[in-house]
């Protein structure tokens, strides 16, 4: 079946740690989103991509770096200068019909 | 820029009653709208959205929109809430951003509490 895979769904970082989330789709979508989700916060913009090689920053881009060297895959790196890493990530794409498809996303803890 | 708002953190409802989840919206143009639905501890999953045409939109496991231009409102509903539609739900609006890449825009989020 196609669809999103997100991992890992849970990781634990210690202050000062990169971590890299990673997200790939079967579905054959161009477009792809990585959002950051904290309660009561919603869900916020980190990056997103429409073709391979190319992205664009949403609203809280900083402390976070992505790649797209295939269509497939567009993994999240959370470096050290993210100042508040601690929240639940979620990668989507984007459906031919106009909606996103999430996938399950991957919590992450700095201890 | 597009946005969404959703005025209540939270919506208790009694089983069998009729709920309503609300969102306005603040777009330029014409907005394309949706609504997702979150379990605990999981992604989101699309319910509905509004493009052009009739105002009222039907979506999955029963739920419906009412797209109104006048008030800048896509409110959520279901005739007949089940406790099992307790859960969060999250509206959201499509926005044009750089390169031309479509960005889409999250209200906070609304809890739904559905009472036995």
């Known amino acids: 079946d196609g669809g999103i895979t997100q991992s890992p769904k849970y990781l634990f970082r210690k202050e000062g740690q990169n971590v890299t989330l990673s997200c790939e789709q079967n579905l054959n979508h161009d477009a792809m989103?990585?959002?950051?989700?904290?309660?009561?916060?919603?869900?916020?913009?980190?990056?997103?991509?429409?073709?391979?090689?190319?992205?664009?920053?949403?609203?809280?881009?900083?402390?976070?770096?992505?790649?797209?060297?295939k269509k497939e895959s567009f993994p999240l790196t959370v470096t050290s200068a993210q100042k508040n890493p601690t929240a639940f990530y979620l990668c989507a794409s984007r459906v031919n019909t106009g909606e996103l498809f999430f996938g399950e996303g991957s919590r992450l803890t700095v201890l | 820029a597009q946005s969404v708002a959703q005025p209540e953190d939270q919506v208790n409802v009694a089983e069998g009653n009729p709920l309503t989840v609300k969102c306005t919206y603040s777009v330029s143009g014409n907005p394309y709208l949706f609504w997702y639905v979150q379990y605990p501890n999981r992604g989101l999953q699309f319910l509905l959205k509004y493009i052009?045409?009739?105002?009222?939109?039907?979506?999955?496991?029963?739920f419906e929109a009412e797209f109104n231009k006048?008030?800048?409102?896509?409110?959520?509903?279901?005739?007949?809430?089940?406790?099992?539609?307790?859960?969060?739900?999250?509206?959201?609006?499509?926005?044009?951003?750089t390169s031309g890449t479509y960005k889409y825009i999250f209200g906070t989020g609304t809890r739904l509490k559905v009472l036995a």
């Open chain 1, 33 to 69: 989103y990585w959002y950051r989700q904290d309660p009561g916060q919603g869900l916020r913009l980190i990056y997103y991509s429409q073709i391979v090689n190319d992205f664009q920053k949403g609203d809280i881009a900083e402390g976070y770096s992505v790649s797209r060297e």
């Open chain 2, 52 to 62: 052009t045409g009739d105002n009222l939109v039907k979506g999955s496991y029963g």
């Open chain 2, 70 to 97: 006048s008030q800048t409102s896509f409110h959520l509903k279901k005739p007949s809430a089940l406790v099992s539609d307790s859960a969060l739900y999250f509206c959201a609006v499509r926005d044009l951003g």
